[in-house]
Nanobody, 123 residues
């Protein structure tokens, strides 16, 4: 059973930064694309960022480009999301996901999901 465990969430003031990390239990995930999604209360889960297995491609939601950076360490089997200049509207539960063969911006591409880590940005 593949497990993804997120960490690094918390409470931060607007303008601050957080770094989320996702640890995967299986080394075979080095062949998977890894993504971050988020879900705010009352809203659908939305794409945040993704990185392919070879680290040659990174993808971002247009509204987040320039503030968020995704990276992965295929030796440690982790994927991180650096979030800068945080805004109250970034408040959400952030999920890590792993998947293959599909549009990395689509939830349907991902086979494995973590439990999420809460990010709260105060104004």
């Amino acid at each position: 059973q593949v497990q993804l465990v997120e960490s690094g969430g918390g409470l931060v003031q607007a303008g601050g930064s957080l770094r989320l990390s996702c640890a995967a239990s299986e080394r075979t995930l080095s062949n998977y694309a890894m993504g971050w999604f988020r879900q705010a209360p009352g809203k659908e889960r939305e794409f945040v960022a993704a990185i392919n297995w070879s680290k040659t491609g990174t993808y971002y939601a247009d509204s987040l480009k320039g503030r968020f950076t995704i990276s992965r360490d295929t030796v440690k089997n982790t994927v991180d999301l650096q979030m800068n200049s945080l805004k109250p509207e970034d408040t959400a539960l952030y999920y890590c996901a792993a998947g293959r063969n599909g549009n990395v911006r689509s939830r349907e591409t991902y086979n494995y999901w973590g439990q999420g880590t809460q990010v709260t940005v105060s104004s």
